[in-house]
């Protein structure tokens, strides 16, 4: 996919991308990592082998909302880093009998408690509710982009697939 990608965008925009990416995963649970040596973006879900049908209207719709929830989510990765010096794995979603749910705050403090543990009670609350925030705002986000959080979550998961369509929309929105 970076090959992709790099061969189609500039540095700067290609970096825009790749934190876009990042944010729309983190969202809906799917975490990306960064590989230390080799600055790769890997992603850890899996790729369906048939291209799923979505409308242009669809894919709009989640670009716009992956791009609204950008500003937020580096905000939050950053206050994170700042509190804690590392930015943990964060999902904003949960297993409930079967079922996949938005996080409890209690989840999340658990969650976070177990990979932050040097932080003390205050700054782990301040982490917890800023990561709890930022797991709201990106559901109502995606909620109000018109995408059930399912349709959210399969353009996520076959964004490799996807990615010929949703480039030039994220690039046409980007110079908007």
């Not at 543990?117 to 917890?128: E, G, P, T, W, Y």
Request: net charge positive; proline share 3%; with cysteine.
């Amino acid at each position: 996919m970076l090959k992709i990608i790099k061969s189609l965008f500039s540095h700067s925009t290609r970096s825009l991308l790749i934190l876009t990416i990042t944010s729309f995963g983190l969202s809906c649970g799917i975490i990306p990592e960064f590989s230390r040596q080799s600055h790769a973006l890997q992603f850890n879900f899996a790729v369906s082998a048939q291209t799923p049908n979505f409308t242009s209207t669809q894919l709009e719709h989640y670009a716009r909302a992956v791009l609204t929830m950008e500003s937020e989510r580096l905000a939050t990765y950053d206050f994170i880093k700042e509190k804690a010096g590392t930015v943990p794995e964060i999902s904003c979603y949960q297993t409930v009998s079967n079922e996949i749910e938005p996080i409890s705050r209690n989840a999340l403090r658990s969650q976070l408690q177990t990979n932050l543990s040097q932080l003390n009670n205050s700054q782990l609350n301040q982490v917890v509710d800023r990561a709890f925030n930022y797991c709201r705002f990106a559901q109502r986000t995606v909620h109000d982009s018109g995408l059930s959080s399912t349709d959210f979550n399969n353009i996520t998961n076959n964004w490799q697939q996807l990615a010929p369509l949703l480039n030039p929309i994220f690039i046409r929105l980007q110079q908007n």
